[in-house]
């Protein structure tokens, strides 16, 4: 059963916003946020005493000082005020948690029309308040010292799939290491990343550049190096959620089917290879929207580490458990291939401003479904996906998105 057949009613993407990303030092978190906001709100066609109901995607706090950050969005127009605003967190999918709240909130009724942002400011921080701000999404490593704080987490995943699978192929023909697979995976999307406007990384740095261990790309926490992992951000996205078209700048969007699961926070309760509830997130946003992998033309997902791409491209069924090397090998990721993941360069080369992150890949897909997305255009974009992950598989989020 569709979304539409579910609920009876449409949820459209009518209007959005999008910073750069980056180190954005004449910017506060309330710059960001309101300038966003006042974005989409403009997109849309809708001006602010239209918005019935706000959410805000941001994780931490305390990598910066303000502290209460659910009414920032209000300072765009006193039109806002008395306006519900809420503040949502679960780790790096903080932005694809305000996006659900915000889908719900308009399928049960209580609101026509909802804000969506997403929006974090990290640079300012120390590195050391940076890595203890991610730690927080661990269970075990939560206020616990660290030099390489949330990459040894993902790391820890990589040796395990090495171990298990080697490079991740299981059948001859290919005699790459997993490091040379991971390093392919960082060389697509640092060249995806240069058509994207917004990334904070514009630098087409070659596949030997990444799959080589050097002074310019030390290894971070073995196996991966660092351009292997995606970096530190400031940044903010928006989305306006409607039930019907509202006369914006761009062509409306529509969410065809979403999914959301999270699995157990103790990592010896889980396969650290199989991202299980990711898995079950996609199963449920694929069998709503009523399409299978064939029936999307791209993919924007969580690459917050080159090797979380790589078991993404399984979780989601592109390729068996153990094989998803064949998926960067045999070139069916790249923009000219059956499913392009990651066009706008991922969090690998757009960045990953944690709060924003979820918000940003929907208007990305956004964008290319309403052939608004310059020259990071895809041909033909009729639907495509978005996953967005807290943790390390255990907050999961999709949204499967298509054209009118």
Request: net charge negative; hydrophobic share 40%; aromatic share 6%.
């Amino acid at each position: 059963m569709t979304l539409k057949e579910q609920f009876g009613k449409d949820i459209l993407l009518t209007g959005w916003g999008h910073t750069k990303f980056g180190k954005l030092t004449d910017d506060t978190l309330e710059s960001l946020i309101v300038q966003v906001a006042g974005e989409a709100i403009k997109n849309s066609g809708l001006e602010p005493r239209d918005i019935d109901e706000i959410y805000l995607g941001q994780f931490n706090s305390g990598m910066q000082p303000l502290g209460f950050t659910s009414s920032l969005a209000l300072q765009l127009s006193a039109d806002l005020a008395n306006v519900p605003a809420t503040r949502t967190e679960n780790a790096c999918a903080s932005g694809s948690a305000a996006f659900q709240q915000g889908v719900k909130a308009v399928l049960a009724g209580t609101a026509r029309n909802v804000l969506v942002i997403g929006a974090e400011k990290m640079t300012d921080a120390g590195a050391d308040v940076v890595g203890a701000g991610l730690l927080g999404a661990s269970y075990e490593m939560a206020g616990k010292p660290s030099t390489t704080g949330f990459t040894g987490l993902f790391a820890e995943v990589a040796k395990h799939y090495g171990k298990r699978y080697g490079a991740g192929i299981s059948r001859p023909g290919f005699e790459e290491g997993l490091g040379d697979v991971l390093g392919s995976i960082a060389a697509k999307n640092h060249r995806n990343g240069m058509d994207n406007p917004y990334a904070q990384m514009h630098r087409d740095f070659g596949e030997e550049f990444c799959r080589t261990i050097s002074e310019k790309n030390p290894m971070v926490a073995e196996p991966l190096r660092r351009t292997d992992c995606s970096p530190v951000s400031d940044g903010a996205a928006a989305v306006v959620l409607s039930t019907s078209a509202t006369g914006g700048a761009t062509a409306p969007v529509r969410l065809a089917g979403f999914g959301h699961a999270n699995d157990f926070f103790p990592a010896e309760k889980r396969d650290p290879t199989e991202f299980a509830a990711t898995r079950a997130s996609w199963e449920r946003a694929l069998t709503m929207a009523g399409v299978g992998l064939d029936g999307l033309d791209f993919a924007e997902v969580h690459d917050c580490f080159t090797i979380a791409e790589l078991i993404m491209y399984e979780a989601m069924g592109l390729t068996p458990r153990g094989e998803g090397a064949r998926a960067i090998q045999e070139g069916w990721v790249y923009k000219d291939g059956k499913l392009p993941v990651n066009v706008s360069g991922g969090l690998k080369a757009k960045g990953h401003p944690v709060g924003a992150t979820g918000v940003s890949q929907h208007v990305i897909a956004a964008m290319q479904l309403s052939g608004t997305a310059g020259s990071m255009q895809l041909p033909a974009a009729r639907r495509g996906v978005v996953q967005n992950m807290g943790g390390v598989g255990i907050a999961n989020y999709v949204s499967v998105l298509e054209a009118l």
